[in-house]
């Protein structure tokens, strides 16, 4: 509310000066210039009242601590741009006493909070989960790309949209897709090594190794998502050129600098949704995939009706054949269902096998201990016998390496809430508006929950007994990829053993290590978090196995 009677105040001071600025009195007896005036008076007192009166005297928020090192344009930041400031957080996370909740604020001191405490996310995840949704800024920005499904329903519209899915997410029905993720692996595999013999390689200096391991993740992962969320092979892994795997490319690469910078003048304004409808190159671009990808995934319902109409035909496993069986939705509704899986379901594990490749190139002994366990266990690449859940699930350094690259590596940084009445907050008053930070970068390594190894990438912390699932954490809200209560990730199951079984394969057939083992991280941020590069990596196979 401080906000808010603080424009009311501006705009008070600005209409009397208005009064005051009578024509005859004007510059130039001018009623234009007047008005100009006018509007740039209005314009300068709301920007000095955002940046610079707002956080220190008007914010609802002062009895939730702040730091101090504020600046008027950068507020807590470095950055000129609306981004999350996570070595500042990470710092302050260690430096502040934890009060369960910290005020921070972004460019333009446009001001968030972060939940730094398993009491607050408690609340916010679980108790109270519906008093904080998605902004609809952030949901229009995603609808573009997955649709109107169940990341973006709120209330009552996602209780039921949640219940009607969760039969094809139980372990009961994922376990039974382990086939087509080991399938899709080994061929993944395959391919690459064949990639890898091609004569284009062969120099005077010997062969080349260099794999960008991003363009095998995504298509792997596509293909995956196709066959068990829609019995659908889309063959990214055989035609990489396929359209849909091209619009996938596009609408996820990252946006120009200037329509970032676009972006950051439509929040100090009070609205950015107008920059998505500027005819910019970028924006066509994401009109055009998203239409794509709703087409094809409206083509695949279809096919599906028409199969699961024939008497004869056995039901089948994909997720789209339980959420046909509910009755629940209509052919629109599943549009944004396919979307949503199809979107957020591949993508995040394309980028969790990126960082699982990235970590085992900089831990050497990890990566020899990992493949001692698979090559022990598992059934040869070439072995056509289909692999069981059984077989991956009891392989407990893998699950290990997996859960640490998950906690140390999230695919999805930062997510983000907005309070839609007022409400409290681990004991705090919180008013409508209110926007929050749930950030699994920081809180997944926060020594407080973690310990004094927090900030070390230890497969081991998920080894030993109670500690599979737990890493030996204080509390189950220190591992926050997937979130937690109803607004958790439907699909964590599924993607956690799509990742066990492709980096099982990999790590058995492939020695790997980067190609600039020196060079620094440099990251993509977009949906997902992944490495710039889309990691270059050096393979080398391995006979054997």
Not at 65 to 77: A, E, I, Y
């Amino acid at each position: 509310m401080g906000r808010i009677n603080g424009s009311f105040t501006i705009l008070y001071l600005g209409v009397a000066a208005g009064i005051y600025l009578k024509p005859e009195y004007a510059i130039l007896n001018s009623r234009i210039v007047t008005g100009i005036v006018f509007l740039a008076f209005i314009t300068a007192s709301k920007f000095i009242y955002q940046f610079v009166l707002y956080p220190e005297y008007f914010t609802p928020l002062k009895h939730i601590h702040s730091p101090k090192d504020r600046g008027w344009l950068r507020g807590n930041t470095q950055s000129l741009l609306l981004e999350t400031p996570y070595p500042q957080l990470q710092e302050w996370t260690k430096t502040m006493p934890n009060e369960d909740l910290l005020r921070y604020y972004l460019v333009g001191n446009l001001e968030r909070v972060i939940c730094t405490s398993p009491k607050a996310l408690s609340e916010i995840l679980v108790t109270k989960v519906y008093d904080f949704e998605k902004p609809e800024l952030v949901r229009q920005s995603l609808r573009r790309i997955t649709g109107d499904g169940i990341l973006l329903a709120e209330g009552e519209e996602h209780k039921i949209q949640r219940k009607n899915l969760m039969p094809a997410f139980s372990y009961r029905h994922i376990k039974d897709l382990y086939p087509v993720f080991w399938a899709k692996s080994v061929e993944m595999v395959n391919m690459i090594q064949q990639d890898l013999r091609t004569p284009s390689r062969k120099s005077a200096t010997g062969t080349d190794k260099t794999v960008q391991i991003s363009t095998w993740a995504s298509r792997a992962t596509l293909d995956i998502i196709g066959v068990a969320g829609m019995d659908h092979d889309f063959d990214s892994l055989q035609d990489p050129n396929n359209k849909l795997n091209q619009s996938y490319r596009q609408i996820m690469a990252s946006p120009p600098l200037y329509m970032k910078i676009l972006f950051v003048v439509g929040m100090l304004l009070g609205d950015p949704t107008w920059t998505q409808n500027l005819p910019t190159t970028r924006n066509k671009e994401i009109t055009e995939g998203g239409e794509v990808i709703r087409n094809v995934a409206r083509q695949m319902i279809r096919q599906k009706k028409a199969k699961m109409e024939d008497p004869k035909a056995e039901t089948g496993i994909d997720i789209i054949s339980v959420a046909l069986t509910s009755g629940t939705f209509d052919e629109e509704n599943l549009v944004d269902q396919c979307m949503t899986f199809l979107g957020a379901g591949h993508e995040t594990t394309a980028s969790a096998l990126q960082w699982a490749i990235y970590a085992l190139c900089q831990n050497p002994g990890v990566q020899t201990r990992l493949r001692d366990e698979i090559r022990d266990n598992l059934p040869s690449l070439d072995d056509k016998t289909p692999i069981s859940a059984a077989a991956i699930d009891n392989l407990p350094y893998l699950n290990a390496v997996c859960n640490e690259v998950l906690r140390f590596y999230p695919s999805v940084s930062t997510t983000i809430r907005k309070a839609v009445r007022d409400t409290t907050l681990a004991g705090k008053h919180i008013p409508k508006d209110t926007t929050f930070t749930l950030s699994p970068k920081i809180l997944n390594r926060m020594e407080e929950l973690w310990g004094h190894d927090a900030d070390e990438f230890n497969p081991d912390r998920f080894m030993g007994p109670g500690k599979a699932n737990t890493g030996g954490a204080s509390s189950n809200y220190a591992f926050l990829t997937f979130l937690h209560g109803p607004r958790s990730c439907i699909g964590q199951g599924f993607a956690k053993s799509e990742l066990a079984c492709l980096l099982a394969a990999m790590v058995g057939r492939f020695h790997m290590e980067l190609k600039f083992p020196d060079a620094k991280l440099e990251v993509r941020e977009g949906a997902t978090v992944s490495p710039k590069d889309g990691v270059i990596t050096l393979l080398t196979p391995l006979e054997g196995w």
